[in-house]
């Protein structure tokens, strides 16, 4: 779908999470708004695990794409505009990562001439998406807080420096908030 320009202004979108309600109604200014405001943080995610840039850069668009078509599942109540668009592209990037390993695995098999049926890829992939539903869930039982300094942590590869200065706290405040947060992910996930 194709966003239609709305000549109306966008009064008071000074937040993503504002912006991100705007597209949802198909408002294609704040969605411009909204990809010039995340998209250099979406591409950065994407490309830190792509670490290919042509592969970054369609990820990225692929991702924006995600986000102007299903905006309205976004609830502000349950994560900020940034966490929900970095865990999209985290998931997109983890796909693609998937894809391309999937991909070289079946030019292997090919050139080896293994055409036995593997279930074995099926199987991981079930588990796999099952230890996600898992983790979403359990980061929702997460303190708030602890859930920020994770998701700035490994979602956005900030270093417990720049938390602690985006979210301007001591570094050993983030430090304990990561590790807490960790050590319940741990207990909720059933890790030893």
Known sequence: MIPNRSSE?????????????QVAQGQAEAF???YDLL????????????????????????????AWQYAARFDPHRSSAATWLLTIAHRRAVDRIRSSQA??????????QNFQASYEGVEEHIVLLDE???MIKAMGE??????????????????HVEIADHLKLPVGTVKTRIRDGMKKLRDLMGVA
């Open 39 to 66: 998209a250099p943080r979406v591409y950065g995610l994407v490309r830190r695990l792509l670490r290919d840039e042509a592969q970054s850069e369609e990820v990225t668009q692929e991702i924006f794409v995600e």
């Open 32 to 34: 411009a708004q909204l």
């Open 103 to 112: 991909s070289r695995d079946r030019d292997l098999k090919i050139g080896m």
């Open 9 to 21: 202004p966008i009064a008071g979108s000074t937040t993503a999470e504002d912006l991100l309600i």
């Open 142 to 159: 997460l303190s708030e807080a602890q859930r920020d300094a994770i998701h700035l942590a490994y979602f956005n590869g900030l270093t």
């Open 132 to 134: 996600s539903h898992r």
